[in-house]
Structure formats: C-alpha cells, structure tokens
C-alpha cells in the first residue's frame, strides 16, 4: 500500500510504529537519531518513554513485553547508544523476549569511516539478536521494520535490529503497510507433528511417575497456552513444576505445584525429576541450572521434548521423543487426542507416586530459622507476598540470592507477572523492567525485589520512574554483601570473600529523596508489615532498604557438577558439608 | 536413541540463503559462537534473479552435535533450506586447486608426468614453473599436493568443496 503522500525515513519510521500498534517506545536520543525525535514530537500515537541510560531502555522494553505479550520496543542513537544496549539485547535473546531495536547509524557515505559515534552495529549485535538489518535505500525501511516485527514475534521470539542510516531518516520515499509483506525465508512450524503427539498421549497414559517440567515457553506462546497446562496437568492429576522463566504459567496456590526446579529449587521438584519414569517438558530448554550433572540427569525417565525452536531438542539432554511446534497448539492436539481415547490416571500408580513426592515435600526445604532480631531475607519476601496478595502484582528482580528467594517465596498463580532475567543473569535488571511493566500496567503493584549491588547498575532509572510518574516499588534485599558471589566463595574458595562486601553504599534513604522519590528503612522484623503496607500506599517510586542478616545464604542448592538428589538441605546443612560440597570438577561450571 | 554416540563424523551441509548483506557473516559466527568446527566452506550465488546462494560446509563432529548445527542453520533468518548431505548417502563432492611449482630438470620433468596422471592442467608456466589446475574429491587434491612438495611447490590455492546430492532430485525434494 502507498501512502499517495510521500514520506521521509523518520516519518515512515513512526507511520510503521503506529501501524504495528506500537503504544509505548523507550529510547534516548542522539545525534543519528535527531530526525526520529522531531517526528516524535510531533504526534502523539507513539508515546516516548525517556530512560537515562540506553541499558534502561532495553530492560524496561523487556518488562514491558514480558508482562504484555507485546513487543518491545526501543530507540536508541548510533555508537554508544548502540553498544549500550547489547547487554538488553543478549538478555532478551537468552530468555526469548520480543525486542524491536531501531538504533540510529551515521550516514551512509560515511559508513565505514569511523565516523562519529559510528560502531559497526549489525556487526555487534549479530550474535545478539535473532536477526538484524541496516537499511541502505528508504524505499526498504517500512518493509523492514514490518519484518523486523513479523521475526521477532513469530516462532521462538527474540530481539531485532534495524539500524537506520541519518541519511535514511532524511530521504523521501514509499510507505507499505504490515499486511503486505510476506516473509520470504523466515515461517516456523507452529503444529506439532500429530503422529508424535499421539505417541505423546500414549506414553503419558503408560506412566506411572510422570511429572510435567514446564518453562518459558509456555509463557510466550500466549495466555491460551498456560490455560491449556492448566486443563491438562488437573485432567491428568499429575505433579508439576516449572523453570524460574516459567513461573505463574501453573498456579502456584495448586496442590499439583512441586515450586521451581533446578539450582535453587525446591527438594520434591529436584527429586521428582530424579525420580521421575515419564518427563513432560514442556517449553523449556534442559539449561544447565536445571539438569545439574548431565550424566546423572533423570536416570530412569523416558522425556517427552515440547519446543518451538528444533535446535533446542537434544541440545543438553537427548529425549526420547521430540514435538517441535508453539506449545498451545501442541497441548490442544494433545488435550483432544487424550479426551477422544478417554484416558483415565491410573489411580494406584498416581498414589504411590505422591506418597513419594509427599515425603520429599515433607522434609520442608524452604525451611529457615526465624530471628526475631534481624530481619531474615525469606521472612522478608514472605511478608511482602502476604501484603501483595489480592492485588494485581508484578514482580520483577535484579539478579543473586534475593532472585532466587523470590523465585521461592513469592508466589505466582498469573503468567506474565513475573519478570526476571534468567538466562543471561543480567544484575540491573529489575528496575528498569519494572519501568516497563508500570508504562504497561498503570494501576497495577509492580515491585521490583531487588539486592544492594544489583540495584545500583541501573539505579539511575529512579529519575526515568520519577519523571514519568511511575510508582515502581524497588524492595531492596540489603545484606552489604554481593550476597550470590559471597555464598560461591564460601562455597567454592574456602570462604575467602574476595571483593564482595559492599563497603561504601549509599544511603538508600537519602538517595530516594535526592532522586524525588520515597525512601524507607526497616532494620526489625516488627516494623517490617507497616513499612510494607506504608510502600504499597505511597502513590511514588519508593526506594525500600530492608536490612536483612548480612550472612544469611539460599538453599536448598544443587551444589553444581552434582545431580538432582544431592541437594544441600539450609537447615540441615553445616559448614564443612558447605565447604567440601562443590568438586574439582564442579568448581570449573560455574 | 539414549546411548550417546561419540565417534566424531564428518558431513557436507548444503544450505540455501538469500544472498544479502552479512549473511556469511551469520553462518561463520554460528560456527565460532557454539564452537563448531569448519572443514571447509565455499559460497557463491547460484541464483542470480532470487538473489540466492548456496553455501557448502563440511564440519566433523559427533552425531548429536551435527545435527544441533542443521538445527542452528534453519534458526537463521535468511536461510531458505538445509540439507544434511552425508545423512543418507555420500554426496558429490568436488574441489579445484591451483598449485605453483618451480623447479627445472628432473624434477620439472616428473611434476609434468604427474600433473598428467592425476588430469591436472597447465594454465601458466615459464621455463622455470608451473601452474596446474586440478579437480577433484579432497583426498585426491591433498594426495597431488604432497606429491608436489619434493618437485619445488611454492603454493597452492584450493576452493573449498563444491556438493550436490546424488540422482534426480534437488534440494527441495525431500
């Protein structure tokens, strides 16, 4: 479709962006960008959202489309707007999030030149993306931006780039609308192959420990497809547990939830695993803070691979039987052949199977010891779960022990409601995506739980919250201590704690103020409920410094290099089952 | 299916991709990014009107991982289709040369008595060199070039492997 009326690069930037019913764009201006920015100005379908560093704009773009189902989307300028937004880009590209990146280039007669603020961005961000373009000729510049979105929604979602020469944005030229452009290589298999899913049924209804391990992936394929789960895993009457990606997809409140599986998850979802004669997994990738030790991974288990993305099938683990297709529609094949052969669970096999998992259960893994003096990091998440509950609440963190007592604590019955990095492990995380998410969701509670040393990689996005009204609650987890890197020490180094007392931290407090925001401080268990309750009302960004015991550290762990059934128990753990936990050859996984 | 499979093998991957910008770049950071190897890799456009070319890579790796990289492949963007040749059949291969070799004398003499059994050409030479083109399988051209090296080889030039799949059918004919 032309548009009759010619248009130059920025307009059709922004005629495509409204087109593809782009509401919220975060981005930072510059040099290669300026045209953009006048246009931006001058409309108003598109709102700008204005981050501080290009770092922010690429996380909130995650939050924003992690709890939307949406794209992302961000502008940034050439050279350094570009470089800075890599680590957004790497992360969204590890945990599947759709990003579309638009980044201004210098002109291209001056390509190649060194240029001011020019780097080599498709050449950067290549490894980083799903796919990304430069655009040379403005006549390309709708269609690829309408590609752009097509690839990064479509099949396994991830982060684009379309990197737009000055020149581009100035040229005059046509405009084609989404609806005609067909991908000329890019359409992936979305069905599963029927024949696999029938042998799928068949193997779930001869099994007499299954257990359904489930991730990202059902997240991304949609609300349809956690609907699905949902339907199947209570027809079934099986256990279920999920990666740290994949938690709010099953109910966490359901008595069929086993909590999260992997590194730091729960002992009956890690022995389950173990255990375990049928594995169902579903949208997840078998990464290596799930399987733990390769070889001894799941010993006795036929798998069953669900997975929109071919080269995520045999990867780690080889299975038995592969499915590659988008998991709602896999699981609605799946739940029709199941009905239509009227399946029943087998009974006597499913009670011995939980009587099993029930003795795990009943070891009581999260179990910590209460202190009435210092406020204990889990009493902390406990707290702010109960004070959270009845109200529509996001949570996003940054990344260490405040992530994984999140995971383990905070309790997800929603998907889309928790925002976490997990493959990349991107400390700086939280806050910017909780910026996102707030854009997104304007009445909702969106918390972003957070640890002192993470909150200040990005704690300059407090003046983006402030700025655009955004209440985001930032719970800051203090400890002093990078609290994951200290444990590994302990863990791994003889407990010689190399750089990770955080010795000169801010006063969280005053920081707030300096920034316009609230600040609040709580050192006592006692106090901790009001101080909650004052954060959530407070209608501002609020900086929440939660003193909590400096040494506390997160179990249950696999220590790595071991398998799911050589868990460490925190409360039945000592010092020197700490410190001797973790092989020489473990020592090398990280 | 679960016993794993160590025993490294060697296959030809014929892939099909639009031809624009960086997308050599694309399949070569796919094999230094997981760690694959590359034994060989030729591109050229081989449809001018579509703009697409056809890449050949030979890698050697365990089953599991050569497939991973069929996988891989299809994951890319431009990419239009893969084929693992070497999966049921040994496929056509071929490969061109260009050899330098200096020398006079006997040695001369026995360089041009080879080139001559092993079908090579003479497409450049002085009183004093040669230069022999030559196609063939690798083994073939990696046989004339040691065989050269006593005779006064300078240098050689080898295009990386040409295949096809045997009979009839194409690379969409699956």
Redesign the interface.
């Given at each position: 479709m032309s548009t009759g009326e010619p248009l130059n690069g920025a307009q059709i930037v922004l005629r495509a962006l409204a087109d593809q019913n782009v509401e919220h764009l975060f981005g930072y201006p510059g040099g290669a960008v300026l045209p953009i920015y006048d246009e931006i100005v001058q409309q108003d379908k598109v709102k700008h959202v204005l981050v501080r560093h290009e770092q922010g704009a690429g996380h909130a773009a995650e939050g924003y489309a992690r709890s939307t189902g949406k794209p992302g989307v961000v502008l940034v300028t050439s050279g350094p707007g570009a470089t800075n937004m890599v680590t957004a880009l790497a992360d969204a590209m590890m945990d599947s999030i759709p990003l579309v990146c638009l980044t201004g280039q210098v002109a291209t007669q001056l390509i190649g030149n060194d240029a001011f603020q020019e780097c080599d961005t498709?050449?950067i961000t290549?490894?980083c993306t799903?796919?990304?373009w430069?655009v040379r000729d403005v006549n390309d510049l709708a269609r690829i931006i309408h590609e752009a979105f097509y690839?990064a929604t479509n099949?396994?979602p991830g982060p684009v780039v379309v990197d737009i020469p000055k020149d581009v944005q100035f040229a005059m030229g046509n405009y084609v609308g989404p609806h005609k452009i067909r991908h000329?290589?890019?359409h992936p298999k979305v069905k599963g192959d029927m024949e696999a899913i029938r042998q799928a049924v068949d193997m779930l209804a001869d099994a007499k420990k299954p257990l359904f391990y489930t991730g990202g992936g059902v997240i991304n394929s949609g609300p349809e497809a956690s609907h699905l789960l949902r339907e199947l895993v209570q027809l079934t009457g099986h256990p279920i547990t999920s990666t740290l990606m994949g938690l709010g997809a099953y109910p966490a409140s359901d008595k069929q939830w086993l909590g999260m599986l992997g590194m730091h998850g729960t002992y009956e979802a890690n022995m389950a695993m173990y255990e375990c004669d049928l594995m169902f997994c579903i949208g997840a990738r078998f990464d290596d803070r799930i399987t733990g030790r390769v070889d001894a991974f799941s010993p006795n288990s036929k798998k069953i691979h669900v997975d929109i993305?071919?080269?995520s099938?045999?990867?780690n683990i080889?299975v038995?039987l592969p499915i590659v297709g988008d998991v709602a529609h896999v699981l609605e094949d799946f739940l029709r052949i199941w009905r239509d052969r009227a399946h029943m669970p087998d009974k006597a096999a499913s009670k011995v199977w939980w009587s099993e998992i029930d003795e795990w259960r009943a070891r009581d893994c999260l179990k910590f010891k209460p202190n009435k003096d210092v406020i204990m990091p889990q009493y902390a998440i406990q707290r702010l779960y109960e004070n959270c509950k009845g109200r529509e609440t996001f949570v996003t963190t940054e990344v260490g022990q405040h992530q994984m007592w999140a995971a383990q604590f905070f309790h997800f019955d929603e998907p889309n409601h928790w925002m976490t990095s997990g493959g990349l492990g991107t400390m700086g995380y939280g806050m910017p995506a909780a910026i996102g998410v707030q854009m997104a969701h304007p009445d909702a509670l969106v918390v972003d739980i957070a640890g002192d040393a993470s909150i200040l990689m990005n704690m300059q996005e407090l003046s983006t919250a402030v700025q655009h009204k955004l209440p985001v609650k930032i719970f800051i987890l203090n400890n002093q201590y990078m609290g994951m890197v200290r444990q590994w020490q302990q863990l791994l180094h003889g407990n010689r704690l190399s750089e990770t007392y955080m010795e000169s931290l801010p006063d969280f407090v005053k920081l707030a103020e300096a920034y316009g925001a609230r600040g609040i401080r709580v050192e006592k268990p006692d106090d901790l409920d009001e101080a909650i309750k004052e954060m959530i009302e407070v209608d501002m960004p609020v900086l929440f410094d939660c003193r909590v015991a400096n040494l506390a550290n997160c179990f249950p762990m696999i220590p790595s290099g071991q398998p799911h059934n050589k868990m460490l128990l925190g409360e039945e753990v000592s010092d020197d089952d700490v410190g001797s936990a973790i092989s020489d050859e473990g020592k090398v996984l990280v | 299916m679960s016993e794993p499979e160590e025993a490294i093998v060697s296959h030809t991957f014929s892939v099909l991709v639009d031809n624009e910008p960086g997308v050599l770049a694309r399949v070569i950071g796919l094999f230094s990014s997981r760690g694959y190897n590359i034994d060989s890799l030729t591109v050229s456009e081989t449809e001018h009107e579509k703009h697409v070319s056809r890449i050949t890579v030979v890698s050697s790796a365990t089953p599991m991982v050569l497939t991973q990289i069929r996988a891989q492949f299809e994951r890319l963007v431009p990419v239009h289709k893969v084929r693992d040749l070497s999966n049921t059949e040994r496929p056509l291969e071929r490969e061109l040369a260009l050899i330098k070799v200096a020398g006079a004398g006997d040695a001369r003499v026995e360089a041009l008595r080879l080139a001559d059994a092993f079908r090579a050409t003479v497409i450049d030479a002085t009183v004093n060199h040669f230069v022999f083109e030559i196609t063939g399988r690798t083994s073939k051209i990696n046989q004339f070039v040691a065989l050269m090296e006593p005779l006064g080889l300078v240098e050689v030039a080898r295009t990386g492997i040409a295949a096809l799949s045997r009979g009839p059918k194409g690379i969409f004919d699956d």
């Open positions: 498709v050449g290549r490894q799903k796919h990304n430069l690839v099949g396994r000329n290589t890019y993305d071919a080269s099938i045999n990867k080889q038995d | -």
